[in-house]
């Protein structure tokens, strides 16, 4: 059975730093490209970050760029996002979603809350 | 690109049909001829289902009263029937242009 279990989130202050980690399991983590999708409470989804399989190539949402990091770790079949300088509109349920080939996001997790505030 | 979405509200009888559109700013053929557009489903407290892949292909354990069509610019994700379980909110997205854009959302609940 495949799996994705977000963890990490929790409540920060506004520039601080936080890292989220997302924890793979019942598939070849190596041989999928991640991503990470965010939602703002109660508003659509919004991507945020793509990592190829061997991690070599990256992108990022332009209201993200230069603030968030995203890595992996094959061995231990785990993703990571890597978030500094936070705003108040990073506030959102983060999620991690598998893309292999030309298939966006099959797999899901359960999605993990970030609250930005003072 | 820009993905829109209507209606963004849509009360439905069960047993009923319900249609929701989606309509993007350019094609979404890609250039090797295969267009990427999809439907994903969000029921209240979950995580996004997905539903369709490239226009109208149902991803596996989908109810075949969900359907998907449409070209280019213009599509449509119908419920033949709408039953309890079907209440949520439901994206459009497509990944033909980079970066993969979702529609808005609609909200399908029963009357």
């Known amino acids: 059975e495949v799996k994705l279990v977000e963890s990490g989130g929790g409540l920060v202050q506004p520039g601080g730093p936080l890292t989220l980690s997302c924890a793979a399991s019942?598939?070849?983590?190596?041989?999928?490209?991640m991503n990470w999708v965010r939602q703002a409470p109660g508003k659509g989804l919004e991507w945020v970050s793509y990592?190829?399989?061997?991690?070599?190539?990256?992108y990022y949402a332009d209201s993200v760029k230069g603030r968030f990091t995203i890595s992996r770790d094959n061995a231990k079949n785990s993703l990571y996002l890597q978030m500094s300088s936070l705003r108040a509109e990073d506030t959102a349920v983060y999620y991690c979603?598998?893309?292999?080939?030309?298939?966006?996001?099959?797999?899901w997790g359960q999605g993990t809350l970030v609250t930005v505030s003072s | 690109v820009v993905m829109t979405q209507s209606p963004l509200s849509l009360p439905v009888t069960l047993g009923q049909p319900a249609s929701i559109s989606c309509r993007s700013s350019?094609?979404?053929?890609?250039?090797?001829?295969?267009?990427?557009l999809y439907w994903f489903q969000q029921r209240p407290g979950q995580s996004p289902r997905r539903l369709i892949y490239?226009?109208?292909n149902r991803d596996s354990g989908v109810p075949d009263r969900f359907s998907g069509s449409g070209s280019g610019t213009d599509f449509t994700l119908k419920i033949s029937r709408v039953e309890a379980e079907d209440v949520g909110v439901y994206y459009c997205?497509?990944?033909?242009?980079?970066?993969?854009?979702f529609g808005q959302g609609t909200k399908v609940e029963i009357k």
């Open positions: 979603a598998t893309k292999k080939g030309n298939s966006w996001y099959y797999y």
């Open positions: 019942g598939f070849t983590f190596s041989s999928y490209e």
């Open positions: 990592i190829s399989g061997s991690g070599s190539t990256i």
């Open positions: 350019q094609s979404l053929v890609y250039s090797d001829g295969n267009t990427f």
């Open positions: 490239e226009v109208s």
């Open positions: 997205m497509e990944a033909t242009h980079w970066p993969p854009t």
